[in-house]
């Protein structure tokens, strides 16, 4: 009985033992990310990147600055003419994919800088546009449009391998949401039945609200065991089947960027991985990763009417699309 006994104890340690290692594993799997965030005292705006922050506040204010979705279907259009015309403005033809969600006419809108050795390979910079209802969405997802909107802009005389997309998407707010009416779901959709070759897509979402106070950066479990409980960093999001995507991006940015960076590579049942047009690509099967300033985990306004546009945190948003230019510019192979 003494022999069994002892037998089965040590099985079950080896087996608690193993599971222990194997749980380790995992975590290290999703949390280590390659290079260092920056830490220390932020550097002073630039000439340039003062120009480049005064544009990031008048597109924040022009988009986020009233309601806009299927119930507000005026000022829904008038976010799409800006976009438009602001595209137009920087030398684009933008185009339109339409379509019409409850009876209302909607559509994605989207601009490219042809690739040239590598012209059939896809490298995307996406927002949506729409607000939650009852939400201006000054920072959700006003900062993710201005965003792009300037990446947009400083990649205009670029001249990259890799053809480059700007999109920006409607109709990703609730109800829509990981629903086939999502405009991401449908942009993804149809770009696999085109059988493109997307190779990366970074969903630009909530990007512009930022704290020095500590204890103001919350987590899923068991994340806060990882990350800082300081939420003046931006967050590169990806599912595990686009962690390499997500190694390539955050390393780039750490060589470029004087701005603090976290990244993670997790399961999309993890609440907040998968929330947003990410979501979209990864369902037909394309690497894509979300930039975000982590929404409800640091954002007390987060889908309410005070998401308004003096929220944002113009001179940390100008430091992150800065360092998202040059990561861009690595990821095409465009030289800059």
């Known amino acids: 009985m003494g022999t069994a006994h002892g037998t089965l104890w040590k099985a079950r340690m080896i087996f608690w033992g193993t599971l222990l290692v194997l749980i380790a594993w995992l975590l290290w799997y999703m949390v280590a990310v390659p290079g260092k965030s920056y830490s220390g005292a932020l550097p002073p705006l630039s000439e340039e990147q003062a120009a480049l922050r005064d544009s990031l506040r008048r597109h924040v204010f022009a988009v986020g600055s009233r309601e806009r979705n299927l119930w507000q ?38 601009v490219e800088i042809a690739g040239s050795a590598r012209t059939g390979e896809i490298v995307i910079v996406g927002a949506h546009y729409d607000s939650v209802q009852g939400a201006t969405g000054g920072n959700d997802n006003g900062s993710g449009v201005a965003a792009v909107l300037e990446l947009a802009r400083l990649a205009r005389h670029l001249k990259p391998a890799r053809t480059l997309r700007f999109v920006l998407f409607v109709d990703e707010e609730p109800p829509f949401f990981k629903s086939g009416e999502m405009g991401s779901r449908k942009y993804a959709r149809r770009a696999r039945e085109r ?76 609440p907040g991985i998968d929330w947003s047009d990410q979501w979209s690509f990864w369902a037909e099967g394309y690497p894509a990763l979300m930039v975000t300033d982590t929404a409800p985990f640091r954002y007390p306004y987060y889908h309410t009417a005070a998401d308004t546009p003096d929220k944002v945190d113009f001179g940390r948003l100008t430091l992150v699309v800065s360092g998202l230019r040059a990561m861009l510019s690595d990821l095409t192979g465009a030289p800059d």
């Open 73 to 110: 279907p005026a000022a829904l259009e008038v976010a799409a003419r800006y976009i438009e015309d602001t595209l137009t403005g920087f030398g684009y033809t933008p185009s339109a994919q339409r379509f019409t969600t409850d009876g209302v006419a909607v559509r994605n809108i989207e």
């Open 195 to 270: 059988g493109e070759n997307i190779v990366a897509m970074f969903s630009l979402e909530t990007i512009g609200y930022y704290s020095d106070a500590t204890r103001s950066q919350h987590y899923p479990p068991p994340f806060s065991l990882f990350y800082p409980d300081t939420a003046n960093f931006i967050a590169f999001v990806a599912n595990l089947g686009s962690r390499r995507l997500l190694h390539e991006a955050i390393a780039s940015f750490r060589r470029h960027a004087q701005f603090p960076s976290e990244g993670v590579a997790a399961p999309a049942f993890i």
